[in-house]
């Protein structure tokens, strides 16, 4: 039973520096014993964040020795889809009633950008984008040019059913 593990991990709550670092603790803390049959479990909830916190926890999640199941409970948003997607092949799930959201990276705005700022600004977005993209065609089925379509249309936000997130399985 999923619910019985051991090694269960709450992904609850906004994804920032706080939030990487108490999942990356217990990640690190669950994986010093190597058990097949009892692997890390992370249950997400979370309407995203910080996609450099999501991708810290993602990079540690790659590095283990246990299986990491990932369970999307409620709403797997933004960054919080890039933990999901983290979790060893064949074993991401997902409950029925979860929501699932990707959208174009967000940056805040400021009134007074220098010219100089804005074309930084600008190369940061371009590199955040193409990390994105290079991402989920990684650990997904889906295509590159299917997921720039989804990220650069005109729809800012995109709400993922789950008959369509299964396609993302691999």
Same mark, same amino acid.
């Given at each position: 039973?999923? %619910?019985?593990?051991?090694? +269960? $991990?709450?992904?609850?709550?906004?994804? @920032?520096?706080?939030?990487? !670092? *108490?999942?990356?603790?217990?990640?690190?803390? #669950?994986?010093? @014993?190597?058990? !097949?049959?009892?692997?890390?479990?992370? +249950? $997400?909830?979370? #309407?995203?964040?910080?996609?450099? @916190?999501?991708?810290?926890?993602?990079?540690?999640? &790659?590095?283990?020795?246990?299986?990491?199941?990932?369970?999307?409970?409620?709403?797997?948003?933004?960054?919080?889809?890039?933990?999901?997607?983290?979790?060893?092949?064949? #074993?991401?799930?997902?409950?029925?009633?979860?929501?699932?959201?990707? #959208?174009?990276?967000?940056?805040? &705005? !400021? !009134?007074? $950008?220098? %010219?100089?700022?804005?074309?930084?600004? *600008?190369?940061?977005?371009?590199?955040?984008? /193409?990390?994105?993209?290079? %991402?989920?065609?990684?650990? /997904? *089925?889906?295509?590159?040019?299917?997921?720039?379509?989804?990220?650069?249309?005109?729809?800012?936000?995109?709400?993922?059913?789950?008959?369509?997130?299964?396609?993302?399985?691999?």
């Amino acid at each position: 039973d999923i %619910f019985e593990s051991r090694k +269960l $991990i709450f992904a609850w709550n906004v994804i @920032d520096q706080g939030f990487s !670092e *108490r999942v990356i603790t217990k990640l690190i803390e #669950h994986d010093k @014993d190597v058990d !097949e049959k009892n692997p890390i479990t992370i +249950l $997400i909830n979370s #309407h995203g964040g910080s996609l450099a @916190d999501a991708f810290a926890v993602s990079d540690v999640m &790659k590095n283990l020795k246990n299986k990491v199941v990932t369970i999307a409970v409620g709403c797997v948003y933004s960054a919080a889809l890039i933990i999901l997607l983290s979790g060893t092949k064949d #074993h991401r799930l997902a409950m029925k009633n979860a929501e699932f959201l990707i #959208h174009q990276p967000v940056w805040s &705005k !400021e !009134e007074n $950008i220098k %010219f100089q700022d804005s074309r930084s600004r *600008r190369k940061k977005e371009e590199m955040v984008l /193409s990390q994105l993209i290079d %991402f989920y065609s990684n650990y /997904s *089925r889906l295509k590159k040019k299917k997921i720039e379509k989804l990220l650069s249309g005109a729809d800012f936000y995109f709400i993922l059913h789950l008959t369509f997130v299964q396609s993302f399985g691999r």
